[in-house]
């Protein structure tokens, strides 16, 4: 199989509240692309695949950072939160943190830690 156009992008599970039931933990971590899903529960690469594909193809939300975004699962009951990331091939993702994007319920923080 060919390797897949664009960046890579990284999905890791950062918050639980409740029960996951497709089996997700915290510290989950995915690569997942446009056309993989790398074993993630259906309805989240659903709501997911927009900013998968934003963040693999070289894009960004407009009020905020470039290479992260933040996203909950639409199942409210066990809400799960992901964080969607950028993967560079110059620098590892841990020597270029950037502030999470949050899409959804959620409102954007777009400062640093501190906001």
Known sequence: MN?????????TVTCIKGTCNAGHKVGDVLEVSARNTAGMCGYLYHAAHPA?????????????????????????LNLLTVELRRVSEEAPAEARPAPAVRLGRVVAKVGGEDG
């Not at 390797?3 to 999905?11: F, K, L, M, T």
């Not at 998968?52 to 639409?74: K, N, R, T, Y």
Request: contains cysteine.
């Open 52 to 76: 998968i594909l934003m963040l693999q193809f070289g894009g960004s939300v407009p009020w905020g950072a470039a290479d992260v975004v933040e996203l909950q699962c639409p199942d409210t």
């Open 3 to 11: 390797r897949e156009r664009g960046h890579p992008v990284r999905a």
